[in-house]
């Protein structure tokens, strides 16, 4: 448990406000509280979802990025054109190492830019034809290609280009699925709307492409991975393990997905969701049309990988739920020797995370199981259903801040002191320089992966690595280094 009390707690968040004129400040105050474990509902205790204060530090993303960056972009075969300016789609491009397996260029599209490039003179005349003549040049070059989404930029919402008739359009030419997606990054709050956009667009434009295939050969353990997105290899190692107890996964979005495997989701008998708030919608809308049951699962560290696993197997027949007991057997050896090496050297451990999607609340189990306490966490773009998620897994009278600000994480840091932060690349170099060690954990430092009993060890090390690295000490803040002498004018 955290060694702050309640009103201590209380205390700090109401001093960091001060700096704040009174309607900021009014603002601010419902979106940082105390974790009271008693609470049923978030909402008694914090906001969540709402739009930044103009001029306040925001570490949140745009619509497009939560489209293009996190649900569309990582499916492989699909070529994913960033329909407006350059930059948009250089910047979203491989930064979230989405692993795949293929020959890119030929029948894999992940890191590569397609884009539109925009200039004046299509925010004057409108890119429509240029979109038209950009997707026959993609067939053209890619004719490997299974289909195309179209991911609008700003300018489009703008100026009212019409992609859905240029989709339609040119999937009737080509015999090819063309998805609009309207995620102009103006919308919304958040990138959490352009995950709710993204997920409407499959549902619209994908979902129902085989609901009369009579070739599928279907079997009782058919089920598909949502929302993990294999960064660093994740998915593949959530994959070793359902395959192991016995189960079938017939597909796995996004990351290292395919467009046949959407279209087969409909077919399976269980969803399981590991980002909850990227992929929930898609979830509810297949369990409300074609009657799939979907569940919440936690694979980082090997608490939450057994609940999950014995979950998961709950849905299934004695031969699954045997299975899952079998493959937490066997693991068992393997992470019971990360955990006698790696705990001694990170027990008592503070920790403080800010991060998106599930991991403010998923990854406390397996600081948890090393032995280490997560005093602080915050969601960028989070919902009060993801805080209701929460509050049961954190300490009474720890920090929780929603789409906190750079001056107020700064200000919490410097009066909490954890031994370890976990953020993202935006943070990153500014708590290193203050001596502090940093995982980024949006994409796991160029490492990874987290998910499961293999990823459990890597995630271990790298706890360890960063934390007991001795660099740290020697790392002076550069407001406490000396001041610089002053220059004497030569004579």
């Given amino acids: 448990m955290t060694d702050m009390t309640k009103e201590e707690t209380e205390s700090l968040i109401a001093e ?17 509280t105390t974790n009271d474990q008693s609470e049923t509902q978030s909402k008694n205790c914090i906001t969540s979802n709402r739009k930044s204060l103009p001029g306040v530090m925001t570490i949140r993303g745009c619509a497009y990025a939560g489209s293009k960056g996190v649900v569309w972009g990582p499916v492989k075969d699909m070529i994913h054109v960033s329909h407006g300016p350059v930059g948009c789609g250089q910047y979203s491009r491989a930064g979230r190492r989405n692993y795949y397996v293929g020959a890119t260029g030929v029948n894999t599209f992940g890191t590569m830019n397609f884009t539109s490039d925009f200039q004046e003179k299509d925010i004057v005349f409108g890119g429509d034809k240029k979109l038209d003549k950009l997707i026959d040049e993609i067939e053209t070059l ?54 709710h956009i993204a997920n ?67 077919k399976v008998k269980l969803n399981l969701l590991h980002c909850y708030r990227s992929m929930n919608y898609i979830s509810r809308h297949m369990e409300e049309k074609y009657g799939i049951p979907w569940l919440e699962y936690n694979f980082f560290g090997p608490t939450k990988i057994a609940e999950s696993l014995r979950k998961i197997a709950s849905f299934f027949d004695e031969k699954i739920q045997a299975g899952a007991e079998k493959v937490i057997a066997r693991y ?8 006698a090496k790696y705990r001694p050297r990170l027990e008592g451990k503070r920790v403080m995370l800010y991060v998106g999607g599930l991991r403010p609340r998923h990854v406390i189990g397996a600081y948890e199981d090393l032995g280490m306490e997560v005093v602080g966490t ?53 708590f290193q320089k203050m001596g502090i060690p940093f995982r980024q954990m949006h994409s796991w430092d160029y490492s990874g992966p987290y998910h499961g ?15 007991n690295n001795p660099c740290w000490s020697n790392v002076t803040p550069p407001w406490l280094k000396e001041t610089a002498p002053q220059a004497v004018a030569a004579e």
């Fill in 16 to 32: 960091v406000l001060e700096v704040y004129p009174e309607t900021a400040r009014e603002d601010r105050a419902k979106h940082l």
């Fill in 200 to 266: 409407d667009a499959v549902r619209d434009w994908v979902l129902g492409a085989r609901d009369d295939d009579a070739t599928f050969e279907s079997t009782p353990y058919d089920v598909a991975i949502l929302g993990d997105y294999n960064i660093g290899g994740d998915a593949w190692a959530s994959r070793t393990l359902l395959e192991e107890m016995g189960l079938r996964v017939v597909a796995q979005w996004s990351g290292d997905g395919t467009l046949a495997e959407m279209e087969l989701t409909p």
């Fill in 142 to 195: 890619f004719p490997l290609n299974k289909g195309t989404t179209i991911q609008s930029e700003c300018p489009i919402g703008l100026i009212g280009d019409d992609i859905e008739a240029v989709a339609k359009k040119k999937a009737a030419e080509h015999g090819k699925t063309v998805v609009p997606v309207r995620c102009e990054g103006f919308r919304g709050v958040s990138q959490s709307l352009g995950h």
């Fill in 378 to 430: 915050g969601y960028e773009f989070g919902h009060n259903d993801d805080y209701d998620r929460t509050i049961k897994e954190m300490g009474n009278a720890t920090l929780i801040y929603d789409d906190v600000t750079g001056y107020e994480f700064e200000e919490f840091v410097k009066r909490v002191k954890p031994d370890l932060i976990g953020s993202g690349i935006k943070e990153k170099y500014i």
């Fill in 453 to 467: 009993y293999d990823g459990f060890a890597i995630f271990a090390r790298d706890m360890d690595m960063t934390l």
């Fill in 332 to 339: 068992r050896s393997e992470y019971e020797a990360v955990i």
